[in-house]
T-cell receptor
Framework: ETGVTQTPRHLVMGMTNKKSLKCEQHLGHNAMYWYKQSAKKPLELMFV???????ENNSVPSRFSPECPNSSHLFLHLHTLQPEDSALYLC???????????FGQGTRLTVV | DQQVKQNSPSLSVQEGRISILNCDYT??????FLWYKKYPAEGPTFLISISSIKDKNEDGRFTVFLNKSAKHLSLHIVPSQPGDSAVYFC?????????????FGKGTRLSVIA
């Protein structure tokens, strides 16, 4: 069992759909993150949660809405996305912000 | 403006030889550096790290060197193996300044040729 589990692995959605990405970590970590990876770009930090509190929102459009109900679970709610939002969305966790982050396998999102 | 730069998008190395991946950073507050390895369709996996109080850290075939004055670090893999073929990401954070989240470079695709 991997330490950080993301579901679904693949998602195709229309621009008018609403969907959610789920992340669960079994490592007892206190910080959780959403990253976006697009082709030929660095991993882009989207959101940071520390002890369930959002501590960073990296100018992410409001069509992406994170939720952290507890320190083990993290969601990314998606609505009215654009085709350019198609990317690999990665969840990660770490004991503290800035220390080694452990990543899930990612959700490959395609917006059509 | 990119704070962590990996200027070589790709690198090809013969099996058994040394692979050297380079990374430069601009933020002088960074004091903790990491390398991650990523296979297609998987998330990045942590490989090795180094704190700014050191200039070298070694773990088996992997060695990371840090040159603080040049704001440069490198990852050496020796001997290189075909299974090392992956994308390698350099990352940095400012742990001593309140634990900032990791900042990643664009990655370097390493191909180890048998």
């Amino acid at each position: 069992e991997t330490g950080v589990t993301q579901t679904p692995r693949h998602l195709v959605m229309g621009m008018t759909n609403k969907k959610s990405l789920k992340c669960e970590q079994h490592l007892g970590h206190n910080a959780m993150y959403w990253y976006k990876q697009s082709a030929k770009k660095p991993l882009e930090l989207m959101f940071v949660y520390n002890f369930k509190e959002q501590t960073e929102n990296n100018s992410v459009p409001s069509r992406f809405s994170p939720e952290c109900p507890n320190s083990s679970h993290l969601f990314l709610h998606l609505h009215t996305l654009q085709p350019e939002d198609s990317a690999l969305y990665l969840c990660a966790s770490s004991q503290a912000t800035g220390t080694e982050a452990f990543f899930g396998q990612g959700t490959r999102l395609t917006v059509v | 403006d990119q704070q962590v730069k990996q200027n070589s998008p790709s690198l090809s190395v013969q099996e058994g030889r040394i692979s050297i991946l380079n990374c430069d950073y601009t933020n002088s507050m960074f004091d903790y550096f990491l390398w991650y390895k990523k296979y297609p369709a998987e998330g990045p996996t942590f490989l090795i790290s180094i704190s700014s109080i050191k200039d070298k850290n070694e773990d088996g075939r992997f060695t990371v060197f840090l040159n603080k004055s040049a704001k440069h670090l490198s990852l050496h893999i020796v001997p290189s193996q075909p299974g090392d073929s992956a994308v390698y990401f350099c990352a940095a954070s400012a742990v001593g300044s309140g634990n900032t989240p990791l900042v990643f470079g664009k990655g370097t695709r390493l191909s180890v040729i048998a």
